[in-house]
């Protein structure tokens, strides 16, 4: 029996998500004295993953599958499961993982919970807790078939270091035609995903307009942190939809999460609420978002935000 | 051309989440149901198909019959038939399997589902419709176009926007981009009342196995007090989230 701990990459290295998916796999693992297999597609850079614990790494190295395709990932990822005997399949919660996650199941005939926050609380049944309603509770969930997948959600998980001294193996997977072309991409300069980011600076209509936002973009420069703004800004077209958090945009659960000028509405807390920490900055006192908040500061964002990424530059360069 | 679309019934985003039955079950009294955003973009993708591509629209879901009223909307909306397969929603898994088992024989060329719902936000069901009919699946779709038995989509992927081209048939998980939220369609007298003539069909559940069960509900723990810190003493906001919540 093996469990198999599937991470994603970019530029060949393990994204950051990869260690929080390996220690997750890990303790079950470990309360299942299963042998851990942590399978990496297209990645060189497999050093680190040794601080955590697995007794083998399967790298797959091939050329014609560098752009992910979300079926032959899942085939590729099968037939490692087929060899190994696996019965747990553990993913993080980035969007290529989410998007194979599905189509696996079906080959695996595995129970699939997605969203999930905690380490299983029980075994039998295996049962983990998800978040449900777009983060507005959470639920048990338990999966009766031999074969599970889980995708946890990204920060929801401690990391834990356990060096090991793993095997790795290169695997020759089969790989079916592509029937899905990949005609263009167009990367987002140098912006870190909300996926990705430890810290998510984020701003609503309160900014004004679209010509503010460089005081934003600075705070998150200075803080090494991503972009995101409420609906009705994406909406205006003030900021690419790919900002828009919340509800029906994207799930933040980041360390901290900086929100100004937004109101804090139902649908926004929705998928912002699991983030560890929140700062409000607002120049309304009775802003909702102040009841769900961490921190607030009743005051103008054209004087706080400016005044604040001055005193965190020192701070940073202070402190680094 | 023949499309299908995926309509999942979700709570309005505005609903208070409570539970019953001893947290067993989410509690829908005075709840209002609406058709979940993400099959909404989608729905209005489908009827700009319609218009300009002659195409016929069917919706879809698996629940029980409560969610007629849900699906009346769609037809409002402007499609032209629903299916409601009598069945209450166990598990991602079992949905996929009825929604599949319909499709089977039907010949769409293009499925239209949602991202995700944003009841449980599972973002299963259209991929594993996809792998168990083995046809084309993009998710996180945010433009789609249709020429003959080409698609042309855009789909959202972490850091960036790509571009995908394949053959119909092909099924998305649609999201907002898909159409603007301005071309969301209110539905209005006339595709009201004809909404009351078009076709509600009712089918038995081809099978029930499912492989997950929810068991109990959560309230997330009640927030602490928030701290106020004053916009003159910005310095003090550092070192809370330096030393006290160790975030920076
Ligand atoms: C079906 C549905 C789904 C939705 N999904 C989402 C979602 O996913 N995400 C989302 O964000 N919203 C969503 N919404 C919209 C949501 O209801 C709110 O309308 C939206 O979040 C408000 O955005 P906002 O806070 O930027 O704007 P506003 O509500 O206009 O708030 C602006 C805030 O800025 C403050 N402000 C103004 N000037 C200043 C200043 N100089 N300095 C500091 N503060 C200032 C104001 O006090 C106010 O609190 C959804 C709505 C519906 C109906
Ligand atoms: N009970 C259902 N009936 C019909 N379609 C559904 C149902 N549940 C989910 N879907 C479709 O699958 C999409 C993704 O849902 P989910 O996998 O639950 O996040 C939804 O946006 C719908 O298009």
């Known amino acids: 029996m093996s469990i198999i701990a599937y991470i994603e990459s970019s530029n060949r290295e393990p994204k950051k998500s990869a260690y929080e998916v390996i220690s997750y796999a890990k303790n079950i693992s470990e309360q299942l004295s299963a042998e851990l297999i942590v399978v990496a597609i297209n990645v060189d850079k497999t050093n680190e993953i040794s601080n955590y614990g697995p007794d083998k790494i399967i790298v797959v190295n091939n050329q014609s599958i560098k752009n992910f395709n979300p079926k032959i990932y899942a085939e590729v990822i099968y037939q490692i499961c087929i060899k190994n005997s696996t019965n747990h399949v553990i993913l993080g919660g980035g969007a290529d993982s989410k998007f194979l ?14 969203n999930v926050v905690g380490a299983p609380s029980n075994y039998e049944p295996f049962t983990v807790k998800r978040t449900s309603f777009s983060n507005k509770s959470f639920c048990d969930v338990s999966i009766s078939s031999k074969n599970k997948i889980i995708s946890i959600s990204s920060n929801s998980f401690e990391k834990k270091k356990i060096r090991s001294n793993p095997e790795i193996i290169e695997f020759d997977a089969e790989i079916p035609d592509s029937k899905i072309t990949q005609a263009s991409v167009d990367l987002s300069k140098g912006n870190i995903s909300i996926a990705d980011a430890d810290i998510v600076v984020s701003a609503g209509r309160g900014m004004k307009g679209p010509e503010n936002w460089h005081l934003i973009e600075n705070l998150a420069s200075t803080l090494n942190a991503a972009t995101a703004c409420s609906k009705p800004v994406s909406d205006l077209g003030w900021r690419p939809h790919s900002e828009h958090v919340g ?9 901290l ?3 100004i000028g937004i109101s804090g509405a139902i649908q926004h807390l929705a998928g912002v609420s699991s983030s560890k920490v929140k700062v409000v900055i607002n120049n309304d006192p009775e802003a909702p978002f102040f009841k769900a908040a961490d921190y607030g500061i009743v005051g103008d964002a054209f004087e706080v935000v400016p005044k604040l990424n001055e005193k965190l530059k020192a701070f940073k360069a202070e402190n680094n | 051309m023949k499309i299908l679309v995926c309509i999942s019934c979700v709570p309005d985003t505005t609903s208070k989440i409570n539970f019953t039955n001893n947290d067993t079950d989410f509690d829908t009294n005075g709840v209002q149901f609406v058709i979940n955003p993400n099959d909404e973009f989608g729905l209005t993708r489908a009827m700009w198909f319609k218009e300009k591509n002659n195409a016929s629209i069917d919706v ?9 009223t849900v699906l009346r909307k769609a037809l409002a909306i402007g499609a032209d038939r629903a299916i409601r397969i009598d069945s209450k929603a166990i598990d991602s898994y079992q949905v996929a399997k009825n929604i599949s088992n319909f499709i089977k024989e039907k010949s769409y060329d293009l499925i239209i589902a949602g991202r995700e719902s944003i009841d449980y936000n599972g973002s299963m069901v259209p991929g594993m419709i996809s792998e168990i009919l083995n046809i084309n699946f993009i998710t996180n779709c945010v433009s789609l176009e249709i020429n003959g038995s080409n698609a042309t989509a855009k789909r959202e992927m972490e850091g960036g926007i790509e571009t995908l ?4 048939p092909l099924i998305i998980g649609g999201q907002k981009g898909l159409v603007e939220e301005s071309d969301l369609k209110i539905p209005n007298m006339r595709g009201i009342m004809q909404a009351r003539q078009k076709p509600l069909d009712v089918i038995a559940p081809d099978q029930s196995e499912f492989k997950t069960k929810t068991h109990k509900f959560f309230k997330p723990e009640d927030k602490k007090e928030i701290k106020m810190v004053d916009p003159d003493n910005l310095d003090k906001l550092i070192d809370l989230l330096h030393n006290e919540a160790k975030v920076i």
Request: include cysteine.
């Open chain 1, 247 to 255: 509800q029906t945009g994207k799930p933040v659960a980041t360390n």
């Open chain 2, 60 to 68: 879809i879901n698996v629940g029980e019959q409560s969610n007629e």
């Open chain 2, 165 to 168: 081209t394949c053959e119909l």
């Open chain 1, 101 to 114: 996650a599905p189509i696996l199941s079906i080959k695996l005939d595995a129970g699939y919970v997605s």
């Open chain 1, 257 to 259: 999460y900086i929100a």
